[in-house]
């Protein structure tokens, strides 16, 4: 199978890393980052790629742009892991939107073009006879997306609930351990790498109210944006809370809700039984699906990482291989 | 509740059908039959949950309507419990209001509250326990809350358990 991946920072170095040190039978036709990109119908070598990232310099050449990847390179499937933009969901939505008119297979693990436009996209997909998966949007590693859609195929969805965004529950549960400050938590995160100098979208509970939005207009039937969803952050969590939480065994813990029949979608601090399985440690996932059929399952796992998140990404992949690409 | 009524086939089942009608549920039935023969009354203890306030004079009214006296109204029991926590400035916003306003309701009362004050300005948390008498009369309670932690400025956490 050959693919063109958008993107060669964490996640799509993380894809590279696994093609190369696993037999997937997976090759890279097209390649860019912000700065340039390469085309190679044979073939682009992917470790020398690396290494030219490794120490500082672009992908490819600055005379192939992203777009020229999309547009003319020779590939079964376009990876698409440039950078979220809530917004407007660009330019990674131009690209998708590219790569489907081309009839070529969409993998994305970019939050703003699904969240913002999916049934626009699988539309396009649809008329243009391509899978658009996007398995990595929502939790890292836990295959959700998979498992609702095939593995509960036939279940009615009444509630999922859980923790989305590992910065928020590492930060809450360093808070509980140690008696930390929320200063002092976030400072921590900051310094393991699992926030960002700007935490604005991961503290205030946005990152995890998009991805209840995509699970909600992908999966559960609803048609919601990112304001329909309500939502609360942790910014304003003191130790003391977590301390009155814990002397009845119990902790903080930021959880995204859906409830499609009630129409509840929100995202805010709740008080958790320390006993319940969504209390997880440090920077996990944890989501639990509340069917009719099936019961209520929890799903446990990384939610972010290069490795984890490019697990994601080619369980995709070779899940279109797999019923659809041939000739390669 | 005590309720009395002849002791007859069928009374029984006259005296529990309004109770399901006006959407109450029984949670324990009571029989005693070792009242004197002669007067052929029966005495019967029924502990049972309403869904609201308003359904105690429907169901006594239905009650009457099929001949069975209420003896006694028992206790209204507190059978509900939500803990929640707030943080903000609560002292400044006059946290005893804001139980007040709760402990008015007369079918909610906050019966536990643990503060936590960590330095005068920053501010402090507290943990509620709201007690009620019926499901419906909690959500009316919390929604108090949630809106007077509007007015206040003030953050609810609330338990992941539906209340
Ligand atoms: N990291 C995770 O654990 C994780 C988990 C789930 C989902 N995601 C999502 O996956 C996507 C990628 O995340 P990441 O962590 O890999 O981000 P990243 O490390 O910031 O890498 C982004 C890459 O995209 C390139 N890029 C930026 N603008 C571009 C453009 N206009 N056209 C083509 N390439 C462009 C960047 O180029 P330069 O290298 O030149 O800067 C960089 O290589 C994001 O949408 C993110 O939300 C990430």
């Not at chain 1, 890279?28 to 119908?41: E, Q, Y």
């Not at chain 1, 320390?274 to 099936?294: C, I, Q, R």
């Not at chain 2, 009524?5 to 399901?20: C, E, F, Y």
């Not at chain 2, 059978?79 to 400035?89: F, N």
């Amino acid at each position: 199978m050959r693919i063109a991946i958008l993107g060669f920072g964490s996640v799509g170095r993380g894809i590279a890393r696994a093609i190369l040190a696993k037999n997937l039978d997976i090759t890279v036709t097209g390649l860019a980052d912000s700065k340039g990109g390469v085309i190679d119908p044979a073939g682009i070598d992917l470790a020398a790629a690396l290494d030219r990232k490794g120490n500082g310099g672009p992908c490819g050449s600055p005379d192939v742009t992203p777009s020229d990847v999309v547009a003319k390179a020779e590939y079964d499937v376009l990876v698409e892991v440039t950078p979220t933009d809530v917004d407007d969901g660009e330019p990674a939505l131009g690209y998708i939107r590219a790569a489907l008119g081309r009839s070529k297979h969409v993998v994305t693990s970019n939050k703003g073009p699904i969240a913002l436009a999916y049934p626009e996209l699988r539309d396009l997909a649809v008329a243009n006879g391509v899978f658009l998966r996007y398995e990595a949007t929502v939790c890292g590693a836990i295959p959700l997306i998979h498992a609702m859609q095939e593995g509960l195929a036939g279940n009615t969805i009444s509630r999922l609930y859980g923790v989305f965004n590992g910065t928020c529950n590492y930060i809450l549960t360093r808070m509980a351990e140690d008696s930390l400050t929320y200063e002092q938590a976030l400072a921590e995160a900051r310094e393991l790498g699992y926030a960002e100098a700007d935490p604005t979208y991961d503290v205030e509970g946005i990152d995890a109210a998009i991805k209840l939005v995509i699970l909600a207009n992908t999966i559960l039937d609803m048609r919601t944006t990112l304001d329909d969803v309500e939502r609360t952050g942790i910014t304003l969590l003191t130790p003391e809370a977590l301390r009155l939480a814990e002397d009845q065994d119990c902790t903080i813990r930021l959880i995204g809700e859906v409830v499609p029949e009630a129409g509840v979608l929100r995202v805010s601090p709740r008080i958790v039984s320390k006993a319940h399985p969504l209390v997880v440690e440090g920077t996990l996932n944890a989501v639990t699906v509340g069917t009719d059929l099936a019961g209520d399952l929890t799903f446990i796992g990384k939610g972010a990482g290069s490795t984890e998140t490019a697990s994601a990404v080619i369980g995709d992949l070779l899940y279109i291989r797999d019923r659809h690409v041939q000739g390669s | 509740m005590k309720l009395e009524m002849k002791d007859q086939p069928g009374q029984l089942v006259a005296a529990l059908q309004p109770i399901s009608a006006v959407g109450g549920n029984i949670i324990a039935v009571i029989h005693q039959r070792e009242t004197l023969a002669a007067t052929e009354v029966l005495d019967v203890q029924i502990v049972l949950e309403l869904p609201e306030e308003g359904s105690l004079p429907k169901l006594l009214e239905l009650l009457r309507e099929q001949g069975v006296s209420v003896v006694r109204i028992g206790e209204q029991r507190l059978l509900y419990e939500c803990t929640l926590i707030t943080i903000g400035h609560l002292m400044h916003t006059d946290l005893s209001d804001t139980v007040d306003r709760i402990d008015t309701t007369g079918s909610a009362e906050v019966t536990d509250l643990s503060l936590a004050m960590p330095a005068i300005n920053s501010p402090s948390s507290a943990r509620i326990t709201i007690r009620s008498t019926t499901r419906a009369e909690m959500k009316k309670a919390v929604q108090i809350l949630r809106n007077v932690a509007e007015q206040k400025d003030l953050l609810i956490i609330e338990p992941l358990e539906g209340i």
